[in-house]
């Protein structure tokens, strides 16, 4: 944590405040490295603004960003590496902001270096942990794959994506429960219609790195939600597909 002046006060994403939920890369030195739905970014502080210094991979990725754990607005992270406006106009006293990821992760990875909080700035506790626990391994529906595209067209669009209506997230929340979300639309069990099956990529860290592995010894959750097989069920139908 480092005082420019007076007014700002910039916080590295190493910060032991900030909290992190989801599977988070932090195996690089400047950065975490964001790829899974669902995951998310918080913070506790006081200040007039909040900003956040990110850096995307494609350009294509959007983020919920959630302020006193209301407001909703939308950020998509450019692919040059520069702070984004979280908030701006605050009252004095405690606010919350939290990043959390919409779309999916063949949107390409987000770097997250860190906060900068302006005017009155300080840096407040995180808040304690949540006694439940809950992780789904789903597809699409889990994902919140074009949730938001109400034409019906299920537009593949990442702007109509958003993991935070979907039924896992919304289910976490309900039950106040920390959550972490393993997806992606069109994936199967035995078969899928991308690359990847589920049972190749549960437990990466990277969803694209078959050597980055997650512990999954770490954090265990205390339920385990898995909503799959709709994608087999199509796709052992066709026979003459290419996935089949």
């Known amino acids: 944590m480092s005082c420019k002046n007076n007014n700002e006060l910039v916080i590295p994403f190493s910060n032991s405040e900030?909290?992190?939920?989801?599977?988070?890369?932090?195996?690089?030195?400047?950065?975490?490295?964001?790829?899974?739905?669902g995951s998310s970014i918080k913070?506790?502080?006081?200040?007039?603004?909040?900003?956040?210094?990110?850096?995307?991979?494609?350009?294509?990725?959007?983020?919920?960003?959630?302020?006193?754990?209301d407001s909703i607005s939308i950020l998509r992270p450019s692919k040059v590496k520069q702070y984004h406006q979280l908030a701006s106009g605050l009252s004095k006293g405690k606010h919350t902001v939290e990043l959390f990821k919409r779309a999916e992760w063949d949107r390409g990875k987000t770097s997250f270096y860190g906060f900068k909080i302006n005017s009155g700035?300080?840096?407040?506790?995180?808040?304690?942990?949540?006694?439940?626990?809950?992780?789904?391994?789903?597809?699409?529906?889990?994902?919140?794959?074009?949730i938001e595209d109400f034409s019906g067209?299920?537009?593949?669009?990442?702007?109509?994506?958003?993991?935070?209506?979907?039924?896992?997230?919304?289910?976490?929340?309900h039950y106040d429960a920390k959550y972490k979300c393993i997806c992606r639309s069109g994936i199967g069990i035995t078969v899928s219609w991308v690359p990847q099956i589920m049972p190749e990529i549960y437990d990466r860290l990277n969803p694209l790195d078959p050597n980055s592995k997650w512990d999954l010894s770490?954090?265990?959750?205390?339920?385990?939600?898995?909503?799959l097989f709709q994608n087999d069920t199509w796709l052992v139908n066709l026979p003459e597909h290419e996935e089949f």
């Open 43 to 69: 913070i506790n502080f006081e200040g007039e603004s909040i900003e956040a210094l990110l850096k995307d991979e494609s350009g294509d990725n959007y983020y919920n960003v959630i302020l006193d754990n």
């Open 218 to 227: 770490a954090d265990e959750p205390d339920i385990v939600v898995v909503n």
């Open 153 to 173: 067209k299920d537009s593949p669009d990442s702007t109509y994506t958003n993991n935070y209506l979907s039924y896992a997230a919304i289910t976490a929340r």
């Open 18 to 37: 900030i909290a992190f939920s989801g599977r988070i890369d932090f195996s690089q030195e400047e950065a975490a490295e964001i790829y899974w739905s």
């Open 121 to 146: 700035a300080k840096l407040l506790s995180k808040s304690a942990p949540k006694n439940r626990k809950i992780e789904f391994y789903g597809n699409s529906i889990t994902a919140g794959f074009a």
